[in-house]
């Protein structure tokens, strides 16, 4: 299957929404003379911005289920590429996109949020991609893969913060990261607002706070390069300045 990319400068194209809703993307003005060849491109939930929590859990998974099926199996500078991606999205994914998110249809802001969005940690494809890949990188798994996805998606703010910092983003870190919330069983604490914190933000949040901590702290403190068990240490020091740590206690459970 040959994908043929778009020219740069297409998302500030508005001919290009008028194309998508009437479903010719098909002028040659949109397009480059160059391809991206795939064998497949199997559909996969893009967007997990509306719909109950349930519903955004399931997503998320079967997205991973797929990434990690077939397109993280591209070389790495197809998968992270936007323009890839919005290509996609545009030609052979348009009749599925529609489908599942018809306010693309609504307005040019709904499509360039959905389809056309700003490729990083915002953007729900990307961070589908990095939690397949961290996953699969770990050097070592406490827990099933399955299990560190269901970890992911349950502590999404943290995955977040976690993969905006350039330091943290690696599969060991993370791993270690949720490995600690669930046997501590801090994560319903840690997507909790502070709200005894005037100093803070309006919306800050527990594990917001850890990682900013733990990133303030670096590279004094080498958080990403520490093990199990001293991380969950600085972890729960880094709590401390925001949460009464002495009622946590360590949970460990056997999966």
């Known amino acids: 299957m040959k994908i043929r990319l778009l020219k740069d ?12 809703q009437a479903g ?29 929590e ?21 070389d790495r500078d ?14 052979v994914k348009r009749d ?3 489908t599942h998110y018809p306010q693309v249809m609504e307005s040019y802001r709904e499509f360039t949020n959905i389809v056309l969005k700003t490729f990083d940690w915002e ?10 890949e961290y996953v699969s990188d770990a050097q070592e798994l406490s827990f ?5 996805s269901e970890l992911i998606v349950e502590n999404l703010d943290i995955f977040n913060y976690i993969i905006k910092y350039a330091i943290f983003r690696n599969g060991d870190f993370l791993v270690k990261i949720l490995t600690i919330i669930h046997e501590l069983g801090v994560s319903e604490i840690l997507k909790a607002k502070i709200t005894d914190r005037p100093d803070l933000g309006k919306d800050e949040r527990y594990g917001r706070r850890v990682i900013f901590e733990l990133n303030k702290a670096y590279p004094v403190l080498m958080s ?17 300045n925001y949460y009464d740590v002495s009622t946590i206690e360590s949970n460990k459970v056997a999966l």
């Open 9 to 20: 400068g297409y998302k500030k194209d508005e001919l290009l929404y008028v194309a998508f």
């Open 24 to 52: 010719e993307v098909v002028d040659e003005d949109f397009f480059l003379d160059e391809y991206v060849e795939i064998k497949n491109a199997p559909d996969f939930p893009i967007y997990m911005g509306k719909g109950s």
């Open 54 to 74: 349930a519903q955004k859990k399931q997503d998320f998974l079967e997205a991973f289920r797929v990434m990690e099926e077939s397109y993280v199996q591209l």
């Open 78 to 91: 197809i998968h992270f590429s936007e323009k890839f991606w919005h290509s996609l999205f545009v030609t």
């Open 96 to 98: 599925y996109i529609v």
């Open 123 to 132: 953007n729900y494809v990307y961070k589908c991609i990095l939690a397949v």
């Open 144 to 148: 099933s893969k399955e299990k560190y």
């Open 224 to 240: 990403p390069l520490l093990d199990n068990e001293a991380l969950q240490e600085e972890f729960l020091k880094a709590l401390s």
